[in-house]
Each structure stands twice: as structure tokens, then as C-alpha cells.
């Protein structure tokens, strides 16, 4: 199984940007998607998650400026981030619960991506 991110990038504050996740490889099903934001020099950070039936939850700091969603059909779960601050400039790593095929079984595991770079200019 992989997740691959992608659409980080330069943006000004105010700015926006979507970022993406595609999940591949032989799954199962996925329970939940995130986004886990880590700033430079600082912990990673849950930013946002989301269920398979859709449920949300947000970090109180991206609330109203960050929208999740998923498309359970693609294995995808995306990110767009408006109102861009200096705070926001970090790298966002895309999370998921995924229940797998490994050697002619089914496992539960979490995964990770590997990372897209978002910087805000102030």
C-alpha cells in the first residue's frame, strides 16, 4: 500500500491550495483519511480527518479555512486550504487506516505518505 500526495507548493498569504492523497495497492477498505501538518522544528500535528461515511473533524486553528474530502470510489482524500497563513508553511503528511492484502491475508494497518511541502510567504 502507498499513499502519494501531491499540489504542495509557494503561495501567498491569503492564497490558497488543494492538496491531494491517492491511496494504491490491494485495498481492502479505508476507514479513516487525514492530513497531519508539521511545521518546521515542531511536533506534526493532526490538521484534519474524516470517515468513510463522511464525518469531520478539524484542529481549531484550520476551522473554517480548511475543507477535507474524500472520494471512497479513487481511494482519495483531499485538502483545500484557503486563507493561507505564515503558520500554515510546513510539510502535510496524508494518514489513512487501510485494510490490506499482504501475503494471501487481510491486516489493518495505518499508513503514511510521504510528505508534500507547503510554503506561505507573508
Known amino acids: 500500500v502507498q499513499l502519494v500526495e501531491s499540489g504542495g507548493g509557494l503561495v501567498q498569504a491569503g492564497g490558497s491550495l488543494r492538496l491531494s492523497c491517492a491511496a494504491s495497492g490491494s485495498i481492502a477498505s479505508i476507514t479513516s483519511m487525514g492530513w497531519y501538518h508539521q511545521a518546521p522544528g515542531k511536533q506534526r500535528e493532526l490538521v484534519a480527518v474524516?470517515?468513510?461515511?463522511?464525518?469531520?473533524k478539524y484542529l481549531d486553528s484550520v476551522k473554517d479555512r480548511f475543507t477535507i474530502s474524500r472520494d471512497n470510489a479513487k481511494n482519495t482524500v483531499n485538502l483545500q486550504m484557503n486563507s493561507l497563513k505564515p503558520e500554515d508553511t510546513g510539510v502535510y503528511y496524508c494518514n489513512a487506516d487501510i485494510e490490506a492484502e499482504i501475503e494471501g491475508g487481510y491486516y489493518g494497518m495505518n499508513y503514511w505518505g510521504k510528505g508534500t511541502l507547503v510554503t506561505v510567504s507573508s
Open positions: 474524516i470517515t468513510s461515511v463522511g464525518s469531520t
